[in-house]
């Protein structure tokens, strides 16, 4: 499907950078030669959803390429005709066409916490999606101690690229990264990804917040998923901040999110096909790496969660799960509860009729 044909009919390309209710902010591409119609400036119009679309349920997500027809430029309105077929999908956050993450840590401001790191890019890894860890706040350490970190990560399977938004210190290199490319940026909050949006896209005034001294953590900034226009070509999404995303893949799979781990199982086997990772025999996985401790956390809230979402799935068992503690739960018996309906005004009238009644044959 070319944009020029598409043209040629008064119907045009797009990407949905935002959804807002029902209305859908689309950017158009508009690089096309002798347009039969004037575009507006900028070239971004507010859609809607055509009824065909609704009826097949079909979902219009941030990051879709969409088709656009009926443009009306004097009122920016459009309405979207067709969704083109996604090439990746996120559920959370919903967006779709992500080349790539980049995960956005502080080394310092708040401390770096190789755990929480660790389970960030467990997550990241199980999209499928290439993941790019930028490290920020770097003046605020010593050139020992960034080598340090770039070699214990290195172990972990990754090259780092240290920067500082204060100081403007490899931004360049990020925007190499970055262009051409739909990127999410993930990460906790106040590590400082609203202030690194705000230096790549002047003008974009993302709310920022201070770590909080307290608990020397970040605030939450960002409150819905909105794609941003890079000016050297390509679109980022900034997420919602979170402390602790969730680990919701099977527990089968984990290995394979540990670039470490998914190395030894590409050059060897375990000895069964089922093998976990944690007391087997002949066992290519377990062993002396330092996140094996993470990957062992990691398992065990993966098999609780898939083991709660089978009993979720039978309504005849008499068991349910039970949180017991951290990283503890137990079974224990379902109570059996009876439903009770309030009786109506006109019953209770004739219970008391009768009662009178019972009451004057006495």
Same mark, same amino acid.
């Given at each position: 499907?070319?944009?020029?044909?598409?043209?040629?009919?008064?119907?045009?390309?797009?990407?949905?950078?935002?959804?807002?209710?029902?209305?859908?902010?689309?950017?158009?591409?508009?690089?096309?030669?002798?347009?039969?119609?004037?575009?507006?400036?900028?070239?971004?119009?507010?859609?809607?959803?055509?009824?065909?679309?609704?009826?097949?349920?079909?979902?219009?997500? +941030?990051?879709? %390429? $969409?088709?656009?027809?009926?443009?009306?430029?004097?009122? =920016? @309105?459009?309405?979207?005709?067709? !969704?083109?077929?996604?090439?990746?999908?996120?559920?959370?956050?919903?967006?779709?066409?992500?080349?790539?993450?980049?995960?956005?840590?502080?080394?310092?401001?708040?401390?770096?916490?190789?755990?929480?790191?660790?389970?960030?890019?467990?997550?990241?890894?199980?999209?499928?999606?290439?993941?790019?860890?930028?490290?920020?706040?770097?003046?605020?350490?010593?050139?020992?101690?960034?080598?340090?970190?770039?070699?214990?990560?290195?172990?972990?399977?990754?090259?780092?690229?240290?920067?500082?938004?204060?100081?403007?210190?490899?931004?360049?290199?990020?925007?190499?990264?970055?262009?051409?490319?739909?990127?999410?940026?993930?990460?906790?909050?106040?590590?400082?990804?609203?202030?690194?949006?705000?230096?790549?896209?002047?003008? +974009?005034?993302? %709310? $920022?917040?201070?770590?909080?001294?307290?608990?020397?953590? =970040? @605030?939450?900034?960002?409150?819905? !998923?909105?794609?941003?226009?890079?000016?050297?070509?390509?679109?980022?999404?900034?997420?919602?901040?979170?402390?602790?995303?969730?680990?919701?893949?099977?527990?089968?799979?984990?290995?394979?999110?540990?670039?470490?781990?998914?190395?030894?199982?590409?050059?060897?086997?375990?000895?069964?096909?089922?093998?976990?990772?944690?007391?087997?025999?002949?066992?290519?996985?377990?062993?002396?790496?330092?996140?094996?401790?993470?990957?062992?956390?990691?398992?065990?809230?993966?098999?609780?969660?898939?083991?709660?979402?089978?009993?979720?799935?039978?309504?005849?068992?008499?068991?349910?799960?039970?949180?017991?503690?951290?990283?503890?739960?137990?079974?224990?018996?379902?109570?059996?509860?009876?439903?009770?309906?309030?009786?109506?005004?006109?019953?209770?009238?004739?219970?008391?009729?009768?009662?009178?009644?019972?009451?004057?044959?006495?």
């Amino acid at each position: 499907m070319k944009a020029e044909d598409l043209a040629a009919s008064g119907r045009l390309l797009g990407t949905v950078l935002a959804v807002q209710a029902n209305f859908y902010q689309v950017q158009l591409d508009l690089d096309i030669e002798n347009l039969r119609f004037s575009p507006p400036s900028p070239s971004i119009l507010l859609c809607t959803r055509r009824s065909r679309l609704k009826k097949i349920g079909q979902q219009v997500m +941030v990051g879709d %390429r $969409v088709i656009i027809e009926e443009p009306d430029w004097s009122g =920016g @309105r459009g309405a979207i005709a067709e !969704v083109i077929p996604r090439q990746s999908q996120l559920d959370r956050p919903a967006i779709a066409n992500v080349n790539q993450i980049l995960l956005v840590f502080a080394v310092a401001d708040p401390p770096l916490e190789p755990y929480q790191l660790s389970r960030f890019l467990v997550k990241a890894e199980s999209t499928g999606l290439d993941v790019v860890l930028c490290l920020n706040k770097c003046d605020l350490i010593s050139a020992e101690e960034q080598a340090a970190i770039k070699q214990r990560l290195s172990g972990w399977g990754y090259q780092p690229l240290f920067i500082s938004t204060y100081k403007s210190i490899n931004i360049d290199f990020i925007y190499w990264k970055l262009k051409d490319k739909i990127t999410v940026f993930a990460g906790a909050s106040g590590v400082g990804k609203s202030s690194l949006i705000n230096t790549l896209i002047p003008g +974009v005034n993302l %709310r $920022v917040n201070e770590v909080s001294g307290k608990l020397a953590k =970040g @605030r939450h900034t960002t409150r819905h !998923v909105e794609l941003f226009e890079l000016p050297s070509g390509g679109l980022l999404a900034d997420t919602p901040g979170f402390n602790q995303p969730d680990l919701d893949c099977n527990p089968e799979d984990l290995a394979y999110y540990f670039p470490e781990a998914r190395e030894k199982l590409v050059n060897g086997n375990c000895r069964f096909s089922n093998c976990l990772h944690r007391d087997e025999p002949d066992c290519v996985v377990s062993g002396d790496w330092e996140r094996y401790e993470h990957y062992l956390v990691f398992l065990e809230e993966a098999i609780f969660r898939q083991t709660q979402l089978h009993q979720q799935a039978d309504p005849e068992s008499t068991l349910k799960l039970k949180t017991k503690g951290k990283g503890k739960s137990g079974y224990e018996p379902k109570l059996e509860t009876k439903k009770y309906r309030q009786k109506s005004r006109r019953t209770q009238l004739q219970e008391l009729q009768n009662l009178y009644q019972d009451s004057d044959d006495d």
